[in-house]
T-cell receptor, first 113, second 114 residues
């Protein structure tokens, strides 16, 4: 079962930053936080992942709290194409497991023109 | 950019029939996965495959299901004696270890059991 809690839906104005929260209070020391998104019925798409430190790539930034019990995905300038369901997933790395992903229900982000 | 491909995009079958869903993972990837998504529900992990054997499987992946990598490129999911409740979108994914832990998902096969 998913070990994360996310709000079911959020709206964001186009061009503004979208901040998607995730609670993972039972995360263990070797577990990573992964973010994926699913646009309509397409295959999920990887966004970013992190262990302890904040991470940034060309798509988004990931802010992980010091106690690692929660995180926030930031899309700095949301566009209409970012409308999707966003999944926060806690999982093993390949050293301890096969990196299987256990999806929750995610947050449905709607970017509004 | 390399991508995972899946065929067919849509498969319709009658209850009790066997189906094989095909996937071509990215060529230098070593971990392979199947997930399914029943309409309106969450994506569910079925099985992971590494080094020519099942690495882990979920409770859903019972004796009705099997996976195979018959050659160096294809990765298949076989569902025997299909049931109505097997109707779902089936996603294949692959991963290259030692890279960035990103699973690349295919576009999915929509299976409809009538």
């Amino acid at each position: 079962d998913a070990k994360t809690t996310q709000p079911p839906s959020m709206d964001c104005a186009e061009g503004r930053a979208a901040n998607l929260p995730c609670n993972h209070s039972t995360i263990s020391g070797n577990e990573y936080v992964y973010w994926y998104r699913q646009i309509h019925s397409q295959g999920p798409q990887y966004i970013i992942h992190g262990l302890k430190n904040n991470e940034t790539n060309e798509m988004a930034s990931l802010i992980i709290t010091e106690d690692r019990k929660s995180s926030t995905l930031i899309l700095p300038h949301a566009t209409l194409r970012d409308t999707a369901v966003y999944y926060c997933i806690v999982g093993d790395d390949l050293k301890t497991g096969a990196n299987n992903l256990f999806f929750g229900t995610g947050t449905r982000l709607t970017v509004i023109p | 950019e390399p991508e995972v491909t899946q065929t067919p995009s849509h498969q319709v079958t009658q209850m009790g029939q066997e189906v094989i869903l095909r996937c071509v993972p990215i060529s230098n990837h070593l971990y392979f996965y199947w997930y399914r998504q029943i309409l309106g529900q969450k994506v569910e992990f079925l099985v992971s495959f590494y080094n020519n054997e099942i690495s882990e499987k979920s409770e859903i992946f019972d004796d009705q299901f099997s996976v195979e990598r018959p050659d160096g490129s294809n990765f298949t999911l076989k569902i025997r004696s299909t049931k109505l409740e097997d109707s779902a979108m089936y996603f294949c994914a692959s991963l290259r270890p030692g890279w960035n832990y990103e699973q690349y998902f295919g576009p999915g096969t929509r299976l409809t059991v009538t």
